[in-house]
């Protein structure tokens, strides 16, 4: 079958493959920005991509005439400059004159510049790419069907290969490789007598791509992070890079670096790290040598008060990170030691390459290494452990709210009951928090803990909990039974014996918190007392603190998001205005991008259309129906990555899995509309499968993923393939259904439906993480149901005129 001079097979793998490079694209920029940035940064580029699909819709709009009559010649071009575009935007992005730096962005105001160029820059590739499928989409509107489950087909397909891409390719490099995809798009539809000319192009465009390729620009970390830091130490350097889905690892070498928090001042010994692990630029922990016993000084730190109370021979340690929990462990004797960490990679090297920088510790017979979610891991199990230790609350050097953002399931109330659950009689929960100020770590800690204890009626919650400090942290252990006298008195005199203050204890006095380190600001063990003291204290306390310290749930896990709209004037009065953005960066950044792409969309896709004229009948019925379309299908996509993160374990695989099995399954369903004549009925009845479906969601959804949790990857797949695949499939119909049926009434309005649809799309990705944030996860799926419902409304005046 032919279409025009290009063959259907052809245009379809064209697609296909260009579809492909765009997703591989738009993932592989999260990776970039994760790097040089933060982590959320994701929904920044999710939109930047959809914005470039809506400005293509524009443009074609406007010269659909010029596009169209020049279709053959003019595609094979814009395949192969978008393909050049990815190569080039990420070198020209790490350029002084465009890089911005997320600290900077309230401090300097000329990085609010920088930020918009950078939007404008990666929009670029997106752009052409999306302005070659519109082209080929309004060409071919008789073979739509099978063009868009291309298009959908070759997305999904993307989505998985640039997984095993991050494998094999460094961040820097892999945009060229996406480049060399999006090139072979261009160069499949090259027609005959125009490869003469374009092998001109070909030649140029090999050059450029293998040159990025082997000469790729240094990313740019931003001066504030970790590593960053690190390595303005004198005589540092990175020895070793690894890269992966899981993030970029740097191990840096330097003799200045120390790291022992939680560590007492009556340590006689030097402490001295040679070696330090970094997974995207950001902090993840010491490598530790127990050579001439300097792992010892592990035993003077407020992190082992956990093994001060009892013996502990089954010892969980969630998120791993670089063994320091694994190590406390073995000098403690425990006999069974199970480590979680989720970087896979980063368990390798320890296992592998760096063995002997870490002394070997995850050979150990008595070490069992799990590469799983912290949080998957606690839900599947049905292992009984006597101490279960967490990470260091708080990133080394401060966070400054880069990850308020963040969602850390680790951390929310049904995590810690959960964790209690799975403990031996006499077991302990054991977590550390840096001593921040303002208070918010330690105070949410305990607070999450105390609505735990509230769950289980218990009506004396200081009897379970613990908690000591020295200058610099706080270490709780939480128990499910009250503690004992040994238990009490061994804590006592652990304090005594190495100057820690008791912060928590049954049956002590105030005056034992201020032994030996002395806080300027004691409010701190007042709003602790009144966390345990009721829950009517604490409920006040969350009303009138200035902070967010109510604690986290699943469906609302966002820990570290501690800004509160209603105080932010007395912020800035006790601390200058250009200090509070550093309180919360990564909340004030997603209202930032909001505002931002908002007044972008509406420049590079509304404004233009204007000139154009929306004409005809029945505009607000458009509308509604491809607006509430773009709002509906994005905001399933991003929860459903969301909930399933938690599901596999692993958010990189539940990215590329959730986004597989929906564009796949859209397009199946885009391939099945081929064949049916649009009917405003038969519209009805597919949305409303649809909503069915959102509802099922919302109900049944998170107690699913719950129960099933503990099956294996495999059993999982199928499970998430049933949940997923038939929703998706027919979401997938609506979309070309309508183009069909506005192609047949006022194909003038095409293109301004093309771009409604791009705008509310793009509105919708940052929108659906400002929802997930302020009320969670269930309001995205209610604000779903809610934009399909637009859609049966926009039918039912054609409903009604046909059955009149």
Known sequence: MTTGKITLVKLSFSVSLLSAAIIAFQLSLIQILSITQWYHFAYMVISVALLGFGAAGTILSLTKKFFIERAEIILPGLMTLSGLAMALS??????????????????????????????????????????????????????????????????????????????IFFPQKLPAVIAAIAFAAGVIIVPKEQRNVFAFIVTVTVAVIVFIYMTPARLQLSEYKSLSKTLNLPDSKITLKESSPYGLIDIVSTPYLRYAPGLSIKYPGEVSVENAAFNNGEWVGPLISGRDDSSQYLLFTTENLGYVTGDRNTVLVLGTGTGR???????????????????????????????????????????????????????????????????VIDAFGGSSGMYALQEQYLLTIESFDEMLNALNRDGAVSITTYIDYPYRNSIKILATFAEVFEKRKIETPEEYVAAVKNWNTITFIVKKDPLTVFEIDSIRSNCDKLNFDPVLLPDFSAAERERFNKLQDTTLYSMFDKILQSKEERLKLYDEYSFNIKPATDNQPYFSQFLRWKTIPLLADLFGNQSVPFFEVGYLLLYLTFIQIIVLAIILIVLPLFKLGFRGNRKLQALLYFSGLGIGYMLIEIILIQLFTLYFGNVIYATALVICLMLVSSGFGSLVSQKITPKPYRIFLIVSIIIISFVIYALFLSGWLRTTIGFSLTAKIILSFLW???????????????????????????????????????????????????????????????????????NLKNISELSS
């Open 90 to 167: 990420v070198s020209i992005a790490q350029a002084e004159s465009i890089r911005f730096d997320s600290y900077l962005l309230f401090a300097n105001y000329s990085h609010l510049w920088k930020i918009i160029a950078t939007y404008l820059l990666f929009i670029i590739p997106f752009f052409l790419g999306a302005l070659a499928i519109g082209i080929i989409f309004i060409k071919y509107i008789d073979k739509i069907g099978v063009l868009y489950f291309a298009n959908m087909l070759g997305s999904g397909l993307g989505g998985l290969a640039v997984v095993f891409l991050m494998w």
């Open 325 to 391: 929990h694994v190590q406390i462990a073995i000098l403690n004797s425990a006999e069974i030691i199970t480590s979680v960490e989720q970087n896979k990679a980063l368990t390798n090297l320890l296992r592998g390459k760096l063995a002997s920088k870490v002394d070997f510790i995850f050979n150990d017979k008595s070490v069992q290494p799990q590469n799983i979610s912290p949080r998957t891991f606690i839900l599947s199990t049905r292992q009984k452990f006597d101490l279960i230790t967490l990470p």
């Open 724 to 794: 997923i695949a038939p929703p998706a499939f027919f979401m997938g119909i609506p979309f070309p259904l309508g183009l069909k049926m506005l192609s047949s009434l006022n194909e003038q309005q095409i293109p301004w439906v093309w771009g409604i649809n791009g705008v509310f799309s793009v509105v919708s990705a940052v929108l659906a993480t400002i929802i997930s944030v302020e009320l969670g996860f269930v309001w995205v799926i209610v604000l779903a149901i809610g934009a399909y419902l637009l859609v049966i409304i926009s």
